[in-house]
């Protein structure tokens, strides 16, 4: 009795390996199927219900001309030679990449420099969650609550400024501020969680290369450009690809703010979109619009793929 | 003595740097956590000002002529004239229907998600079958496709369903799955021992039972922690609930509350009543956030790097 209980972890470990065991599971793998789809079916349904089907449709909308009552007609590239002479669009593009550029730079900036202030000085879950407060708050409360805080009249970072001898700025009423505004808005909310992505690839750096470095009399700066860097540039790629393609579709705050406003200063690709499908009713126009914009996504993530050689480390 | 403070020096010397940068370091620290908590304390002083009050002590640290008016007209517990009164514009918000609507639309969501996410990774990471890895690549490569693309297609299937203003129309892209939610869990049960499985395989069990009472409360820690965020995200949602769910019936505390903004007419905005109703909106995140911290903050590595 005792040694069969002494016997049995390493008993165990054997049978795992043992050829018996992978031959029956590879008997399994025929009768697995129809199990499997069972499982799979209700994910499957809304996969293809509204994901695969909609992309499709989303793609032949673009070749129509489509204000919801009739049918969609074809009209070939029409919507795609009009976009091209459409200077809305062209402007909605301008400033999506103005408010990309902006907010990327700085949300970037801001959160490596915090990850490595957290990986330094402040592990705790405490100070992680007071940075991830911003973020776990809806767009349209980060919206609403900036809206106040930057009011020209009596918001308070205008009473901050006029302290400081500077004339007050209208945020959210010059074509000039406008977009900076939004994009430092959404940077607020998201540098938190940008730099706990980028914290959680610094705690993967293996630690006996940072005591190599220092037994090499390498400083603090040295540190930083020759290990971290190289070993955190595969986050850092996969980071700004989320970032980026994140930022382009900025809709919220723009929605509950400024509107498109002043004149066309806000109106970013998506809010255009918006405003052609769903208040003018022509849904092949943004439909193409949004297509473009697809489009854009793809060629950024494969750009920021190909150049920053995202899935290679320097580990090795 | 000569060893002696040629070893001590440059030591004392290093601390007393490092004690610089350290104390640099934590007031950046400090800097940043105040950027991102303190715009929280301000709205809740200008919850419990009047309208009239913001305007003259617009800078003072403490509430402005002190009252719960703001909340109490947000729960809809004010008279109008009283509003008005205050500085209110008038405008209401039906904060009770909007809850309820935000309750109902986030749970259900995340119920159905959770849920069917969990049968699709089970699908995915404990059986086998041929196509398993093609289709779930095609699963996650849908993560790529921006919402906005598939959200004019999916208003126009909703609308021709006759869902449009609907709980059900709003419910339906979310409640099959998220290819994010069925990711996450999949990596979890990849990770699970076959061990208990296969005795129970041995007993006779089917994979339904294997799969309730088994794999379910086994992955009890990352479904909950799946539940959490996932139902902080439709809480937050914003876009969808807004194209499909635009009347009062089944509008959303986020689509309340830009409606309840844009009532405001630009002369003199609700401001008060505005950001009662932003921190009434925000308190189950916030509670969840309480309760739940540090469950959510250490989820957050997972979902970008492995």
């Known amino acids: 009795m005792t040694t069969l209980t002494k016997n049995h972890p390493a008993r165990s470990d054997q049978r795992l390996a043992r050829p018996g065991r992978i031959r029956r599971g590879g008997l399994r793998r025929y009768g697995d199927l129809k199990i499997a789809l069972f499982f799979i079916a209700p994910a499957m349904i809304g996969f293809i219900l509204f994901y695969v089907v909609p992309t499709i449709r989303g793609i032949y909308l673009s070749f129509t001309e489509y204000n919801i009552l009739g049918d969609p007609e074809w009209v070939g590239l029409d919507n795609y030679a009009a976009i091209a002479k459409d200077p809305l669009f062209w402007n909605s593009l301008a400033v999506t990449g103005q408010y990309v550029l902006m907010n990327i730079a700085l949300q970037t900036a801001l959160a490596l420099g915090l990850a490595l202030l957290m990986d330094r000085v402040a592990k705790s879950t405490l100070v992680r969650g007071a940075l991830l407060l911003p973020y776990l708050m809806s767009n349209v409360i980060a919206a609403l609550l900036w809206f106040w805080m930057l009011d020209y009249q009596i918001g308070i970072v205008n009473q901050f400024i006029e302290w400081a001898g500077l004339p007050r700025v209208a945020f959210f009423g010059s074509e000039e501020w406008a977009i900076p505004t939004q994009a430092v808005i959404n940077t607020w909310r998201h540098m938190g969680y940008t730099a706990l992505l980028i914290f959680a690839g610094l705690q993967a750096i293996p630690q006996h290369l940072y005591e190599v470095a220092k037994l090499d009399g390498a400083s603090p700066f040295q540190t930083f450009r020759k290990i971290t860097m190289p070993l955190l540039r595969p986050v850092l790629v996969l980071v700004l690809v989320v970032t980026v393609i994140g930022s382009f579709q900025v809709f919220d705050t723009v929605a509950v703010t400024t509107q498109g406003g002043p004149v066309n200063a806000t109106r970013v690709i998506q809010y255009y979109i918006y405003q052609r499908a769903f208040t003018e009713s022509d849904f092949g126009y943004g439909s193409a619009i949004a297509v473009i914009l697809f489009l854009i996504l793809a060629l950024v993530a494969f750009i920021q793929m190909k150049f920053l050689r995202g899935n290679e480390s320097d580990l090795d | ?306």
Request: charged share 10%.
């Open chain 2, 1 to 306: 003595m000569t060893t002696t403070s040629s070893a001590s020096t440059p030591a004392t010397a290093r601390r007393r740097t490092f004690n610089a940068r350290r104390a640099g370091a934590w007031a950046l620290l400090a800097l940043a956590i105040a950027v991102s908590v303190l715009p929280f304390l301000w709205v809740f002083r200008t919850a419990l000002s009047t309208n009239g009050a913001l305007a003259t002590q617009s800078a003072s640290l403490l509430p402005a002529d002190f009252t719960v008016g703001a909340f109490m007209r947000v729960f809809g517990l004010q008279s109008p004239a009283d509003a008005v009164a205050e500085g209110g514009s008038g405008a209401a918000i039906d904060f009770w229907l909007y809850l309820r609507n935000s309750i109902v639309f986030s749970s259900v969501t995340t119920a159905g998600a959770v849920f069917f996410s969990a049968m699709a990774a089970y699908a995915f990471a404990r059986l086998r079958w041929k196509g398993r890895n093609a289709v779930f690549s095609l699963f996650l490569g849908t993560m790529l496709v921006p919402p906005i693309f598939t959200a004019l297609p999916n208003f126009l299937l909703i609308k021709n369903l006759d869902l449009l203003n609907t709980m059900l129309g709003m419910v339906l892209p979310y409640v099959f799955m998220t290819p994010f939610a069925i990711f996450f869990l999949r990596q979890f049960f990849l990770n699970m021992s076959r061990e208990v499985e296969e005795a129970a395989m041995l007993d006779g069990a089917k994979h339904l039972r294997i799969f309730f009472q088994i794999v379910l409360p086994n992955a009890a820690a990352p479904i909950a922690t799946l539940a959490l965020l996932t139902f902080i995200g439709q809480w937050n949602e914003y876009f969808w609930p807004l194209l499909v769910g635009s009347q009062d019936d089944v509008r959303v505390l986020q689509v309340g509350l830009g409606v309840f903004k844009s009532q405001s007419p630009q002369g003199a905005p609700d401001w008060s009543g505005l950001m009662a109703a932003t921190l009434v909106s925000a308190l189950p995140v916030l509670v969840l956030f309480a309760a739940f911290g540090k469950k959510i903050v250490n989820s957050i590595g997972f979902s970008g790097i492995k």
